[in-house]
């Protein structure tokens, strides 16, 4: 069962353009998600997160979005550039259950074009 | 640098083996994470200790096991070696629970993983 689903497999963007990366979860009891990148024989590194008392988060180029009623998030990267390729993973939790466990998606490639 | 070190960083081994990957978190974290990540899959949560005890567990098998020691480090025992094991193998860390808004501390640190090639 794929609490986490992170249906784009890949997303090929042009320089300077916004990348959209969509993120969902099925388990109502999530109250926390964080987007994490990763990059080829590296381990994934912490990029920015959300609580469920909140729908928005902003930190620099990145904005993650949450609707809750539809329990999706997105991440946004405005302008994206050629570094941001990547592997992005979204991830939630449930706060409460005071265990740190993450539960992640499939990940999603991102190629961003000079 | 996450802070987080992983060893080996690829190991080699046939089926029916045994092997244990070692993991030293940051310098003051408390808590450590197993992930496995399958080919074309995401990072599977496997296991989580806190200052040495298990704290949460998810879908590790029998066969695995693992400890977190007194001076924190941990370690994750794999045993009957399957071909299916193949997988990049991750530690993380954290001061306290991550997951969460404070008194949880949000995020992991996670290590450069250790690929493991089962024969």
């Known amino acids: 069962d794929q609490q986490v689903k992170q249906n784009s497999p890949s997303l090929s963007v042009q320089e300077g353009r916004i990348s959209i990366l969509n993120c969902d979860y099925t388990?109502?009891?999530?109250?926390?998600f964080l987007w994490y990148k990763k990059y080829p024989a590296e381990g994934p590194t912490f990029l920015i997160s959300?609580?469920?008392?909140?729908d928005k988060n902003e930190d620099g180029r990145f904005t993650v979005f949450l609707n809750k009623s539809a329990k999706h998030l997105s991440l946004h990267i405005v302008p994206s550039q050629p570094g941001d390729s990547a592997v992005y993973f979204c991830a939630a939790s449930a706060s409460w259950s005071n265990t740190g466990k993450l539960i992640f998606g499939q990940g999603t490639t991102l190629q961003v074009k000079p | 640098d996450s802070g987080v070190t992983q060893t080996p960083k690829h190991l080699i081994t046939a089926t029916g083996q045994r092997v244990t990957l070692r993991c030293s978190p940051r310098?003051?974290?408390?808590?450590v994470y197993w992930y496995q990540q399958s080919l074309d899959q995401g990072l599977q949560f496997l296991i989580q200790?806190?200052?040495?005890?298990?704290?949460a567990k998810g879908n590790i098998l029998e066969r695995f096991s693992a400890q977190q020691f007194p001076d924190l480090h941990s370690e994750l025992n794999l045993s009957s070696l399957e071909l299916g094991d193949s997988a990049l193998y991750f530690c993380?860390?954290?001061?306290?629970?991550?997951?969460?808004?404070?008194?949880?501390?949000?995020?992991?640190?996670f290590g450069e993983g250790s690929r493991l090639t089962v024969l």
């Open positions: 993380a860390s954290s001061v306290g629970v991550a997951g969460g808004i404070l008194p949880n501390t949000g995020e992991l640190f």
């Open positions: 388990n109502s009891m999530f109250d926390y």
């Open positions: 310098s003051g974290d408390l808590s």
């Open positions: 959300i609580s469920s008392i909140k």
């Open positions: 200790y806190y200052n040495g005890e298990e704290r």
